[in-house]
């Protein structure tokens, strides 16, 4: 008999932690619990530690020294590599708005990947279709006039590539484009928006039920004018990108919004930009000159330019913040993303039948394995974990 074997860990299950064994065998999950273990199969020791879904991250830049808007496959190696080590083993590249031709050669080398690479789940459109007036850290040359036909010119031939898009519903011939995102079967996601709270309304009524970097780049929560942030706490059948670094959103706002939300609908995200895993420097994000100090990436201006988290230290924030248990840290890096997704029928969560795709971590979210498809593609060397 061939599989793996992870013994004596503790399962994280959405809604609980089980002490117990987990079996895997043709790149699924065979079994969990109890029972006899099986003979003349790949064991690992997980006394001690913790065996979780992999994480999903829905919006990354890159990594480990690299962009994914370099737009080769050096770069993407590299970034995927450095985001597997920490416990990713899914994930959407994302590109910031950029010339046409850039853009479309970024779709070009996910869906590539998304054939031969189990990690990449297709691609995060952060434009082109936002407000110049909360453009962040994107370069408003590359903003865009929400068309029909903007949409296909960026988008034709990969259709299937595009899983979610980030735009600004306020601008004229968004709704269009909220149709069009939609009937791709991809996730239209309100971001560097000024929309009010009864434009983001009207949004939800288009259809459009995920905000990108809640609190970021968006109009602020006022107590006049409660804005996007305010439709995304009123209403419960929405989704929302959260960056728990302690720098896009205040401990306290992390903590109010779970008290709101109990963790439904919330997706962790790194947000990483290339200086991930890096020095203090200078970098770039598209086009954008990055500076990196104390590991927080800005623009020249003091725009906040992605991040510097990845996965398993998003997990760990979110409990530190919160309070809330592992389980529920974990089901927002896993269940949530995959369910906005749509492959939670395969993914983001330990079930018999579901994608091997675990991360196993300890006490502290150190990562000591990442294994994909039933394959362990990375081991902490001793003294790492």
């Known amino acids: 008999m061939s599989g793996l074997l992870i013994q004596g860990g ?38 001690g530690l913790y065996i ?36 990713t083993t899914g994930l959407l590249p994302t590109a910031v708005a950029a010339p046409l031709e850039v853009m479309r050669a ?28 909360r453009a962040g850290a994107i370069d408003p040359r590359y903003i865009l006039s929400p068309s029909l036909n903007a ?34 079967g991809a996730v239209p996601s309100l971001g560097h928006s000024d929309a009010t709270y009864e434009e983001a309304l009207q949004a939800l009524r288009w259809g459009l039920r995920h905000f990108t970097h809640i609190f970021n780049a968006m109009r602020e929560l006022g107590h006049h004018e409660p804005g996007p942030v305010g439709a ?46 890096q020095p203090d420097g ?40 919160t309070g809330c248990s592992l389980p529920e840290a974990v089901r927002c890096a896993t269940l949530n993303p995959a369910r906005l997704l749509g492959i939670d029928d395969r993914k983001g969560s330990l079930e018999v039948g579901k994608d091997a795709d675990l991360v196993i971590f300890d006490e502290d979210l150190t990562v000591h394995y990442t294994i994909l498809g039933g394959e362990v593609v990375y081991e902490a060397v001793t003294g790492d974990a």
Not at 106 to 123: M, N, P, S
Not at 236 to 251: A, F, K, N, R, S
Not at 255 to 266: A, D, E, S, T, Y
């Open 10 to 47: 503790t399962l994280v299950l959405p809604d609980r932690l089980v002490k117990g064994d987990l079996f895997i065998q043709k790149a699924k999950i065979a079994k969990m619990g109890s029972f006899p273990p099986p003979k003349g199969v790949q064991t690992i020791d997980a006394k």
């Open 52 to 87: 979780s879904p992999g994480f999903i991250d829905t919006h990354v830049n890159g990594g480990g020294g690299r962009g994914f808007m370099e737009n080769t496959e050096e770069a993407f190696e590299v970034a995927i590599h450095f985001h597997v080590q920490h416990g």
């Open 106 to 133: 970024f779709l070009e080398l996910v869906g590539e990947y998304r054939k031969r690479d189990r990690v990449v789940l297709g691609a995060h459109l952060n434009g082109p279709f936002v407000s110049p007036k």
């Open 151 to 184: 949409f296909r010119e960026l988008t034709g031939k990969f259709e299937r590539v595009v899983k979610v898009v980030t735009l600004a519903p306020e601008v004229k011939g968004a709704r269009e484009v909220v149709a069009a995102v939609l009937g791709i």
């Open 232 to 277: 995304a706490l009123e209403e419960e059948d929405v989704t929302m990108e959260l960056i728990v670094d302690g720098v896009h959103v205040h401990p306290v706002l992390v903590r109010l919004l779970h008290k709101v939300k109990k963790g439904r609908g919330v997706c962790l995200v790194t947000d990483a930009i290339s200086a991930t895993g």
């Open 282 to 321: 200078e970098y770039r994000l598209g086009d954008v000159r990055v500076i990196v100090r104390e590991g927080i990436a800005t623009t020249e201006v003091g725009a906040l330019a992605g991040s510097t988290l990845t996965m398993n230290r998003a997990v760990k924030n979110f409990m530190e913040f």
